[in-house]
């Protein structure tokens, strides 16, 4: 028999958080982005997080230190990407795409004693040069509760693609 | 092919050495019947990277790749000898190996479950007995092989003319460029799991003219340089070169682009990382002397190997594979090749060092994907022009040089131009290069790097 795990809420780091809490989280943040409010978006992360894209032939388990990868930003990487792409010069998003995001199916689950898993798909919308590429996948994140709200620890985009179709890139934030 | 009725205008090329000027025809980038012309005389008749042999380390180990548009099966059999068939049953063309990887001993169709073993030979044909001919039959319907495969130093070229020269006379001075790699750590390189596959609005020879172009990186990569400096990195341009090493293939040596890890150190790379390099760096000059663990060591090569293969020496090695799917479509696959035997700690700064700058994802390639996608765009404006001498793109930057015999800047576009004539050669186009005033006689300048 199939048996489904109720994820409504997690307890961490003496708090309770609900699954309205996340997707309110998740929202707030495709909001900020397909703004391009990106001050807003690293002011997201706890000091030291990670931002990774692991490739398309990624299978659970592969420590993107061993192996290759799209994305694996440490913290220093993730504040000079943010600060190339709030540049003028950052030429593969200047002028910007536009980017619709839709997130969904939102999970809740324990992973230490002080941050939680979320899991979450997410489809991107990109438009840019005359062409609307999606980007289909989803999340893996983990969230650290703090007195100021959630906090991304790690941001995990996983793509659900067998390779990035023509045109696709990941020069904005998946 | 040479019989075809001929639409692109003629010429191709114009070099003029009054004028030192260098001009490509843009329909080189548009056109499909230079599309078809590649197809047919270069991908079919010269040798082509398939792979690196440690991606299939183990007997029975396979991956599917296409290559010049057709389907393959790039295996290890069960006694350890490397394959490339095409991937495609003999009986009806079904695609035989419809998983991406993994290991077997045998090949089915499901179709009509034809089988054969993994060193191409027939295993078995359901109910047999009903072919007239029988044995010979059979015997008629291996796999079919690749005409040529040949191995240099771990890095796996097959050609589907079964005429080319040798592997090592088509590679020439590229060959040992891809010794050195070998050579910077003892115990040999790896490919890892991980691979960026990727596809660009661009025709593939502006991913090659990318690879071979120093004059960009200041102003297309600007974020990244400004990265760099800010770690503490003095960037720079000065005293490097660009070679022509002949058959189309090309290298640019750079120094003032970024450290190289385990090799050259530099601040973004951590303390740590400056003593484990000060050590092998030591090594390297016990194992190879000094003079050649100079070169493997101590520079970043951007080596192109006609027509498909660059490799990114720099910060990292990046094996990146070009596979033109159509006049403005190309296909890229990167695999990150890596010291077999590494510290842990370096090999995570190692992977994540790479992928800063390599990759769709990067802080630098999705700025060179930008470039040929642009540059693809922006050339339908001269299309059929009224004025067609405006159709060309002009790369004439250090011509100057040519004729002096000194050698090329990387920020000129001398390697450049030594692709490009590679190129017409290869398409057969006898009347596309158009040659006004003196050619000198010796642009080609290798270098002595033992």
């Known amino acids: 028999m199939t048996t489904i795990t109720s994820s409504r809420s997690v307890r961490c780091a003496g708090r309770t958080v609900t699954r309205q809490d996340v997707e309110d989280f998740l929202y707030a943040e495709a909001d900020i982005l397909d703004h391009w409010d990106y001050d807003s978006w690293l002011g997201l992360f706890e000091e030291g997080a990670r931002y990774e894209i692991p490739t398309t032939d990624y299978r659970p388990g592969w420590s993107l230190h061993e192996t290759g990868s799209f994305v694996d930003d440490d913290w220093d990487l ?9 540049s003028r010069k950052a030429h593969a ?38 062409r609307f590429d999606a980007y289909v996948g989803w999340y893996d994140h983990l969230l650290v509760p703090s007195e100021d709200g959630l906090r991304f620890r790690l941001r995990r985009s996983i793509l659900g693609h067998e390779s990035l179709a023509a045109g696709a890139r990941l020069s904005f934030i998946l | 092919m040479g019989s075809n009725p001929r639409t692109v205008p003629a010429p191709m090329i114009v070099e003029d050495w009054d004028q030192l000027t260098f001009r490509v025809n843009r329909e080189a980038y548009r056109s499909a019947e230079i599309f078809t012309r590649e197809r047919g005389w270069v991908w079919m008749h010269t040798w082509l990277y398939l792979g690196h042999e440690t991606e299939i380390p183990n007997p029975n180990d396979f991956k599917v790749r296409t290559l010049g548009g057709r389907p393959l099966i790039f295996c290890r059999d069960s006694a350890g000898e490397v394959h490339a068939f095409l991937n495609s049953c003999p009986h009806r063309g079904t695609v035989l190996c419809r998983e991406n990887e993994g290991s077997t001993r045998l090949f089915q169709c499901f179709y009509h479950a034809w089988t054969f073993r993994n060193n191409g030979e027939l295993a078995a044909i359901p109910d047999v007995g009903a072919y007239e001919s029988g044995d010979d039959f059979a015997a008629s319907m291996g796999l079919r092989s690749v005409p040529r495969l040949e191995i240099h130093e771990g890095f796996v070229f097959v050609s589907f003319d079964p005429d080319v020269p040798p592997l090592l006379e088509h590679l020439g001075d590229a060959a040992d460029y891809m010794t050195m790699i070998e050579q910077q750590h003892e115990g040999g390189m790896t490919t890892l799991a991980g691979t960026q596959l990727y596809s660009v609005r661009g025709n593939w020879k502006l991913a090659v003219e990318n690879a071979m172009d120093g004059y960009h990186f200041a102003p297309t990569h600007n974020t990244f340089v400004g990265y ?6 003095a960037v720079t341009d000065d005293n490097q070169y660009a070679y022509n090493l002949g058959n189309g293939h090309g290298l640019l040596v750079l120094t003032g682009h970024g450290g190289r890890i385990s090799m050259v150190w530099e601040p973004r790379f951590g303390e740590d990382e400056r003593v484990r390099t000060e050590q092998h760096r030591a090594e390297m000059t016990r194992r190879l002397g000094e003079t050649r663990a100079h070169y493997v060591a101590d520079e970043s090569h951007i080596l192109f190997v006609f027509p498909n293969l660059l490799l990114f020496d720099i910060e990292g090695l990046s094996i990146r594979q070009l596979e033109p799917v159509a006049p403005d479509q190309t296909d890229v696959r990167a695999w990150q090749l890596v010291p077999r035997n590494e510290d842990p700690d370096t090999r995570a700064l190692r992977m994540k060092t790479v992928v800063s700058f390599v990759g769709p994802g990067g802080l630098a390639t999705p700025d060179d994907i930008e470039a040929y996608e642009a540059v693809q765009r922006g050339i ?40 490009w004539r590679h190129w017409i050669e290869a398409i057969g186009l006898d009347d596309g290069l158009e040659i006004n005033g003196e ?8 270098r002595d790097v033992r």
């Open chain 1, 78 to 86: 993730l504040r000079a990407r943010v600060k190339r792409l709030k």
């Open chain 1, 93 to 130: 998003e200047n002028p910007h795409s536009r980017t619709h995001r839709l997130v969904s199916n939102v999970r809740l689950s324990e992973h230490s004693e002080d941050c939680f898993q979320v899991a979450a798909s997410f489809v991107v919308h990109r438009a840019r040069d005359g």
């Open chain 2, 228 to 233: 760099l400096r800010e770690s503490g990195f």
């Open chain 2, 380 to 419: 339908q404006a001269t299309a059929n022009s009224a004025a067609p001498e405006l159709d060309y793109s002009d790369m004439s930057r250090g011509m100057a040089d040519e004729v002096k015999g000194a050698q090329g800047r990387s920020i000129d576009e001398g390697a450049m131009r030594g692709f």
């Open chain 2, 439 to 446: 050619r000198p006689a010796s642009f080609l300048v290798g």
